[in-house]
């Protein structure tokens, strides 16, 4: 039998893998209870869902940061000899209309004052954020990140 200590390190452990599925779940379903049609009120709540999930996961957060997310927008990685950005196809201005790097399609403006439907389909956000996070990061965005980074659009008018 393994002695007294163990026993409470392994349950400490249960209680935080535990949490975080908690957080996690109360994330999700959060997300998906925002109205249907969520404009910039819609984007508010979500960035401060994200917050509050960042927060959850690493106490020492300070918060939802639009500089942090504007930072976050504008920063360069090298990809297949190429320097891109969010700014690459959304441009410096996310209240102008964008254009893709490859395609050259047209991108409709992120900054919800601009585009009022931009946040309207939350799960096309999540979507969004995923595939660009990794095709930009080659991982997921955090929710930080992604809170900050909403934070910032939403300063955008």
């Known amino acids: 039998m393994l002695p007294t200590i163990y026993n409470f390190s392994f349950i400490?452990?249960?209680?935080?893998?535990?949490?975080?599925?908690?957080?996690t779940l109360f994330l999700a379903l959060g997300i998906t209870s925002l109205p249907v049609v969520a404009d910039i009120a819609g984007a508010?709540?979500?960035a401060i869902?994200?917050?509050?999930?960042?927060?959850?996961?690493?106490?020492?957060?300070?918060?939802?940061?639009?500089?942090?997310?504007r930072a976050f927008y504008i920063r360069?990685?090298?990809?297949?000899?190429?320097?891109?950005?969010?700014?690459?196809?959304?441009?410096?201005?996310?209240?102008?209309?964008?254009k893709h790097m490859v395609t050259k399609k047209n991108i409709l403006p992120l900054a919800p004052a601009a585009n009022a439907k931009r946040f309207s389909n939350l799960d096309k956000v999540e979507k969004n954020f995923k595939k660009h996070c990794?095709?930009?990061?080659?991982?997921?965005?955090?929710?930080?990140?992604?809170?900050?980074?909403?934070?910032?659009?939403l300063s955008v008018k």
């Open 76 to 98: 360069e990685i090298t990809i297949k000899g190429k320097q891109v950005s969010c700014s690459s196809c959304h441009t410096d201005n996310p209240a102008g209309t964008g």
């Open 49 to 69: 869902k994200y917050g509050a999930f960042a927060k959850n996961i690493d106490p020492a957060s300070k918060g939802l940061s639009a500089d942090a997310g």
């Open 134 to 153: 990794e095709d930009i990061l080659g991982r997921d965005c955090t929710a930080q990140e992604k809170g900050d980074v909403i934070t910032y659009l």
């Open 44 to 46: 508010q709540q979500l």
């Open 12 to 23: 400490y452990l249960g209680v935080l893998t535990m949490r975080k599925i908690t957080y």
